[in-house]
């Protein structure tokens, strides 16, 4: 187990290379587990160069390996995966936690609360401005025929389909 000032220096590290504070870095439960995906794909000297230059050169760019050591931690972070010639997803959970996902604000694709498919149930999205008020009855979505539009005159609020 490294100990916690090394885990600190990552942290750091990985804030200012990602643009996410360490509150979010560390809600992703991954925090650990990168730094140890780093100090073995790093090797341990470039690792801890990367940790002792970022941490002494605020603001400075970095040159050569340790350019593309920041930028395999970054990606790291944002993919759940080690970039390269060989490049493996960490877990499932990593993909999940992705900074990319957060970024923009959505959820990885097939890991939200309804699992894999969940996609393909129908949910309702009843409220105002909706389309279709499923309040009363009949408020079902009926669905006829290809090559006609949606009509939404029907009984009770439903939506019927005479389109593909």
Do not use: I
């Not at 996902?101 to 699992?115: E, H, I, N, V």
């Not at 149930?121 to 309040?135: I, L, Q």
């Amino acid at each position: 187990m490294p100990n916690s000032d090394e885990t600190h220096r990552f942290t750091a590290l990985s804030a200012r290379l990602t643009g996410f504070d360490r509150a979010d870095l560390d809600a992703t439960g991954l925090t650990e587990v990168y730094r140890a995906v780093a100090a073995e794909r790093l090797g341990t000297r470039r690792y801890a160069r990367l940790l002792q230059e970022t941490g002494e050169d605020e603001g400075g760019a970095l040159e050569g390996d340790l350019r593309t050591a920041a930028r395999a931690v970054t990606y790291l972070w944002y993919t759940g995966s080690w970039p390269g010639p060989s490049p493996f997803v960490v877990s499932p959970r990593a993909y999940a936690e992705g900074l990319m996902w957060k970024a923009a604000g959505l959820r990885a694709p097939a890991t939200g609360p309804g699992g894999y498919g969940s996609w393909a149930e129908a949910h309702d999205r009843s409220g105002p401005g909706s389309a279709v008020d499923r309040s009363g009855p009949g408020g079902a979505v009926s669905r006829s025929g290809p090559g006609g539009a949606a009509d939404r005159s029907g009984p009770g609020g439903a939506v019927e389909w005479s389109g593909p």
